[in-house]
């Protein structure tokens, strides 16, 4: 198998802290989303990463590359329940919306639209406090596909916490605890590169947008 793939992006990183926790076996191959190659927009039907190639079939969307990873590669990570399953599938798209609210509080122009998306993200965190359990993980016990999905997502909290010293998770303690038990998780620190705390500064950087300032004049 092989996983075309951007650095930073937080849907890859899903499907390879997936990968890893099978033990699969695969190959990574990085591409430049600002520019990319002619052959990855050929197999990619929304020029969008990651995607699976297993042989001449392309898989694409990271849920779907996850299930199918956990399909192939038993025992499943997934709930034997049907229910307790679905519902599963169910706060995975809501950790995917909760990714796309986090890129625009890091990439917020100005401080009005920063704190709106602060907002909406601490929102979806209080949603998430409800219906957590005792942990460690979301269904308890087990650690599963959910669990996955959301390793990216507080990983990046993790470091825009150090930045900008906030604090997502006062008064949420079962998503804090969830938060310290994903980013301790072994595959969420091998599921990146080596420099990925770099890298996403330098991204923020390159925004020039709020959280950018923000850093900066913590720093200087």
């Known amino acids: 198998m092989e996983l075309i793939s951007f650095r930073l992006c937080p849907f890859v990183q899903r ?3 997936t990968l890893q926790e099978k033990g699969a076996e695969f190959d990574i191959t990085y591409i430049d989303l600002a520019d990319p190659p002619s052959w990855f927009l050929a197999i990619s039907p929304f020029g969008k990463v990651p995607v699976l190639r297993v042989g ?4 694409f969307e990271s849920a779907v590359i996850n299930e199918y990873v956990d399909e192939v590669t038993p025992p499943s990570l997934h709930p ?3 229910l307790i399953r679905a519902v599963n599938r169910a706060w ?3 950790g995917s919306d909760l990714i ?3 890129y625009g509080l890091y990439t917020a122009a100005d401080e009005e639209t920063f704190e709106a998306k602060r907002h909406e993200v601490l929102t979806g965190l209080r949603q998430l406090e409800d219906v957590l359990g005792e942990g460690p993980w979301f269904n308890g016990a087990d650690f599963a596909l959910v669990d996955t999905a959301y390793a990216p997502l507080f990983q990046r909290f993790e470091l825009l916490e150090q930045w900008h010293a906030m604090d997502f998770f006062e008064g949420l303690p079962k ?3 969830w938060h310290r038990a994903l980013v301790e998780r072994p595959t969420t620190t091998t599921s990146v590169a080596e420099d990925f705390a770099d890298d996403f500064r330098n991204y923020i950087a390159k925004t020039e947008g709020y959280a950018a300032r923000l850093y900066a004049g ?3």
């Open 15 to 17: 499907s390879v802290i």
């Open 56 to 59: 001449d079939s392309v898989v």
């Open 80 to 82: 034997s329940d049907p």
């Open 92 to 94: 995975i798209e809501f």
């Open 100 to 102: 796309f609210k986090q």
């Open 175 to 177: 998503v804090a605890a």
């Open 218 to 220: 913590r720093t200087a």
